[in-house]
């Protein structure tokens, strides 16, 4: 692995809680465009408990000093299972038990329950990377792993030579449309009808309201904890966030959310959530008390775009997984996470792994792109 010569002047630290770092300094360090790394977000999560004693995420920030200021920030967590990540592990975790380590706790750079791409290392990477890498060795832990990392963070995690994992997602991109139609036009002739019938049918008899900020109101927060939870015990078994995320969040986040609600008969019955970062509109949160063929790819999929479009976002992200929003013009993209594991054995064996690994997710994503609804040349 590369090595790098020490800083006397850097030190690391880690933080049980977000609050031993000022919103100002760690906000200048991550950045507006971005809301799931911003000081708000993830003191929500602390605040209201979805994270913390008993969820298995311990919150341990690593912050990086120079000199008394705090240069490097990075969102991370002990854990003692492999759930709400998105990058699965378990073969890992058995494999490492077996052979007679303890794969728990591992150290978790992410943001809780968030399978969205997006910057993870604050500031100074180079000084983070080392201190991520003291922690676990320090501590004797099975590994760090980095998930759903942005370009330059991979870049630097690569030189530094941690094991780079590969994954699918599918992404609505902006290719300077003006209106939905725009978009339809690019698609084929049969994807195009099947879509305005789509949305036509899934939309009979109800309303649908989209609200922002302080828009939200408490019977629409209300609906939207029900829908949070139905979605949630179906899809995972538990909902991850708790009541008191939900009641806060408005006052947190303020215009970061935006909600596209149905109502039938003045009735909230379906609702999706999302967050608006600076060019990119994040799905998050789906659910319905009605049985309604359609609803569903409306207000996360088709709202989505016709938001997106008309106040100039780039990209849409639905979530993670999801073949069926090819059809509806989501493309096939690349993500990654990264991995550090101290034990050589170990670490060989996933590297091979991932090697053979990175040939499916290459063959699944040339087999999407075959599958995409645009129009030939």
Known sequence: MATREPDPELSARLLASIHGVSADRWDALAGTADPFVGHAFLSLLEDTLSVGEGTGWSPLYMLVDREGEVVGAAPAYLK????????????????????????????????????????????????????????????????????????????????RGWLVREGVQFHWRNRGYATFDDFLAQLSSNRRKNIRKERARSVEGLEIETLRGAEIGPEAVEAMWHFYQDTGSRKWGFPYLTRAFFDGMVEA?????????????????????????????????????????????????????????????????????????????????????????????????????????????????????????????
């Open 80 to 159: 003692a299972h492999s759930q709400g990540e998105y990058v699965f592990d378990h073969g890992w975790a058995d494999a490492y038990d077996r052979a007679g380590g303890d794969y728990y706790p591992k150290l978790q750079v992410a943001v809780p329950f968030t399978p969205c791409p997006g910057p993870r290392l604050l500031g100074d990477r180079a000084a983070l990377i080392a201190g991520l890498e003291a922690a676990a060795v320090q501590n004797g832990l099975s590994g760090v792993h980095a998930t759903f990392i942005e370009e330059a963070d991979r870049e630097a995690f690569t030189a």
């Open 253 to 377: 986040l303020g215009d970061a959310l935006l909600l596209f609600l149905a109502r039938e008969e003045g009735v909230p019955v379906a609702g999706a959530l999302n967050l608006v970062g600076a060019d990119t509109l994040y799905g998050r949160y789906w659910g319905t008390v009605v049985d309604r063929p359609g609803l569903h790819f409306e207000l996360s999929y088709y709202r989505a775009i016709d938001w997106a479009i008309a106040h100039g976002l780039k990209t849409v992200q639905a979530g993670a997984q999801g073949e069926h929003k090819l059809m509806r013009g989501y493309e096939p993209v690349r993500t990654y996470s990264a991995h550090y594991l101290p034990d050589p054995g170990f670490r060989a064996a996933v590297a091979d792994f991932l090697e053979r690994e990175k040939v499916a997710v290459t063959q699944e994503l040339a087999w999407a792109a075959e599958q995409l609804p645009f129009r030939k040349g």
